[in-house]
């Protein structure tokens, strides 16, 4: 019975050709998803290989160029000062700083938000945003309208960490622009100058909390003291008029003497 069968079948039939074709099929699936694999690890390997480098750049871009500043922008020299917050760091009362205005030291719990400011920051909140990498521009109540002006325009240029306000302590010059242990003072507004050391120092330099957020939500303009008119009063006394010199030579009630 089987030689009959074997007579049946057409010419060229291979009774294995199935069998052959599935253990290809499994075959060739193996290696289709050893391939999927190997892909899947490599592209694991350049993920991690990149994540690696990236904390590696990040690192060194916190721990030593960010810490990189400056000594002079635009010819204005940079002073540097102390970058400890001291301690304790967060205090509940006035803290009397070194420097004034203040750019590092014990500060209070809260930061000042970021933004402009129509009345003066208190230094402890001050300070505090600052150590959250904000830069400030401080300026005495009595320069200019215009350049308050200029230097509220440029704050609010920016989104975050930056701030400007009236001072109310003593400065060296009108205008200072502070950042974390880092100050530039400024006889005249100079809207160059302060950019690049915004540029520099925001969100950087040397501040320990950079990474904190300080969003620009203050907005209040200052409103500069007006200057009395031509002839207006200052509040001031007015001097003393001078006494009338005594008359010489006849009139009056001087006597003459005689001769003798």
Same mark, same amino acid.
């Given at each position: 019975?089987?030689?009959?069968?074997?007579?049946?079948?057409?010419?060229?039939?291979?009774?294995?050709?199935?069998?052959?074709?599935?253990?290809?099929?499994?075959?060739?699936?193996?290696?289709?998803?050893?391939?999927?694999? !190997?892909?899947?690890?490599?592209?694991?390997?350049?993920?991690?290989?990149?994540?690696? +480098?990236? +904390?590696?750049?990040?690192? +060194?871009?916190?721990?030593?160029?960010?810490?990189?500043?400056?000594?002079?922008?635009?010819?204005?020299?940079?002073? %540097?000062?102390?970058?400890?917050?001291?301690?304790?760091? %967060?205090?509940?009362?006035?803290?009397?700083?070194?420097?004034?205005?203040?750019?590092?030291?014990? %500060?209070?719990?809260?930061?000042?938000?970021?933004?402009?400011?129509?009345?003066?920051? $208190?230094?402890?909140?001050?300070?505090?945003?600052?150590?959250?990498?904000?830069?400030?521009?401080?300026?005495?109540?009595?320069?200019?309208?215009?350049? +308050?002006?200029?230097?509220?325009?440029?704050?609010?240029?920016?989104?975050?960490?930056?701030?400007?306000?009236?001072?109310?302590?003593?400065? &060296?010059?009108?205008?200072?622009?502070?950042?974390?242990?880092?100050?530039?003072?400024?006889?005249?507004?100079?809207?160059?100058?302060?950019?690049?050391?915004?540029?520099?120092?925001? &969100?950087?330099?040397?501040? $320990?909390?950079?990474?904190?957020?300080?969003?620009?939500?203050?907005?209040?303009?200052?409103?500069?003291?007006?200057?009395?008119?031509?002839?207006?009063?200052?509040?001031?006394?007015?001097?003393?008029?001078?006494?009338?010199?005594?008359? !010489?030579?006849?009139?009056?009630?001087?006597?003459?003497?005689?001769?003798?």
């Amino acid at each position: 019975m089987a030689k009959k069968n074997k007579k049946n079948r057409p010419e060229g039939f291979d009774p294995n050709q199935r069998k052959r074709e599935r253990i290809e099929a499994r075959r060739q699936a193996k290696a289709e998803a050893l391939e999927r694999r !190997r892909k899947q690890e490599r592209r694991e390997r350049i993920v991690r290989r990149v994540g690696i +480098v990236a +904390v590696a750049v990040f690192a +060194v871009w916190f721990f030593f160029i960010r810490g990189g500043v400056p000594d002079a922008i635009a010819g204005h020299e940079i002073e %540097h000062y102390s970058t400890s917050a001291g301690d304790p760091t %967060h205090v509940d009362t006035t803290v009397d700083y070194d420097m004034s205005p203040p750019v590092s030291g014990a %500060h209070a719990g809260a930061p000042a938000n970021c933004g402009t400011y129509g009345s003066p920051v $208190p230094n402890e909140n001050l300070v505090h945003s600052l150590e959250h990498g904000a830069v400030a521009i401080l300026y005495e109540p009595t320069i200019s309208e215009q350049e +308050v002006r200029q230097i509220e325009e440029l704050v609010q240029s920016f989104e975050s960490h930056t701030i400007s306000a009236p001072y109310e302590g003593e400065m &060296e010059t009108p205008i200072a622009v502070v950042a974390w242990a880092n100050a530039m003072r400024l006889n005249a507004f100079d809207e160059a100058a302060a950019r690049e050391f915004i540029d520099v120092f925001r &969100e950087g330099g040397q501040a $320990p909390e950079a990474f904190q957020p300080c969003p620009n939500d203050a907005d209040d303009d200052f409103d500069p003291p007006e200057s009395p008119a031509p002839g207006e009063s200052s509040g001031a006394s007015p001097p003393p008029e001078p006494s009338p010199s005594p008359k !010489r030579g006849g009139g009056g009630d001087a006597k003459e003497t005689p001769a003798p």
